[in-house]
């Protein structure tokens, strides 16, 4: 099918249980007001790579990027604002590499 | 949900969701059904202006509860078909702004007004042609009997109207195809009363002779 290697057997050997709670807006009396909803999933949850950052915009590379494979794909999309161990964080950038058996996400510190 | 306006808050009436009482001078929503809970605590919600505005237009143009608010940065309109309103906070200038003393010794109180005109703009988005066909339908909201009746009980007064619509669909590039802005003013009118003792009864210090 492809000439890319799969990836689930090395991820089923790393991966944890992550929780994450993903933050959406509703609408009540004309105010947007935060709702929280547990993702509880199995991934594996780390620093974006030096490699990775590089080809983040300079001014951004600083910041607190993160990166999360999963072998199945989570409901988070770019935009979407999540809480991770207390700190608040956005997520940038959404990888669909399904064929090869996992999706990959990179977050940022954000603002609360 | 139809609001109704219920007058001075009570302790021995029964208010159920969506009433709107006066106390203190600031109108509350009841998010709930109670009976002798004073505002403010979490049964009622304090009304703003804008919020009120919102309400005069939701009611005349039929628009669903998740299809009209307050501007938030964090809130992004979703991406589906249909008209959303987004009405936004831009300034507020002070008007007039007054303190005066009423009633006498033993009931004196210090009576504080501010009269503020706020602008606002009310932006109608969507991803079909609905905004750009329904823009109109603001205007007749605002110049309602319903808007002039909302005027009265919450102390406001709408007051310039815009003279055109702005279109600025292309803010939005490809993402949001119809977008017009409608800028108008808003008075609102606040009052706030305080107990102050009687100018005898001010602590003095004592000069030892």
Known sequence: MNNFPQIQTALRGWQNKITLIKVTQVIQNFKTIPVEQYLIFKGVIQPLSGEKLNIKPLESRSWQWLQIHTEKEIELEVNDKIKYRNKTFKVMDKKDYSLNGYFEYHIVKSYD | ?209
């Open chain 2, 1 to 209: 949900m139809t609001r109704l306006y219920k007058g001075l808050w009570s302790e021995v009436e029964s208010y159920v969701a969506n009433d709107v009482v006066l106390n203190d001078y600031k109108f509350y929503l009841a998010l709930q059904n109670n009976t002798n809970s004073e505002p403010a605590n979490g049964n009622w919600e304090a009304l703003t202006a804008i919020s009120n505005l919102c309400y005069i237009i939701q009611e005349k143009m039929g628009i669903a509860n998740d299809r009209i608010f307050i501007y938030n940065q964090d809130f992004k309109v979703p991406q589906v078909k249909g008209l959303f309103i987004v009405i936004q906070y831009n300034s507020s200038e002070v008007i007039s702004n007054t303190a005066r003393i009423v009633g006498e010794e033993d009931s004196m109180k210090e009576e504080l007004t501010l009269l503020t005109k706020e602008n606002l703009t009310i932006n109608l988005m969507s991803k079909d042609d609905s905004a750009r066909l329904r823009k109109e339908e603001v205007f007749f909201a605002l110049s309602s009997t319903f808007a002039e009746q909302q005027q009265e009980i919450y102390n406001i007064k709408i007051a310039e109207l815009s003279s055109s619509f702005t279109n600025v669909s292309e803010l939005e590039g490809e993402g949001m195809l119809n977008r017009f802005a409608i800028d108008i003013s808003l008075f609102s009118w606040f009052k706030k009363e305080n107990p102050i003792e009687f100018y005898d009864t001010f602590t003095n210090n004592t000069i030892a002779e």
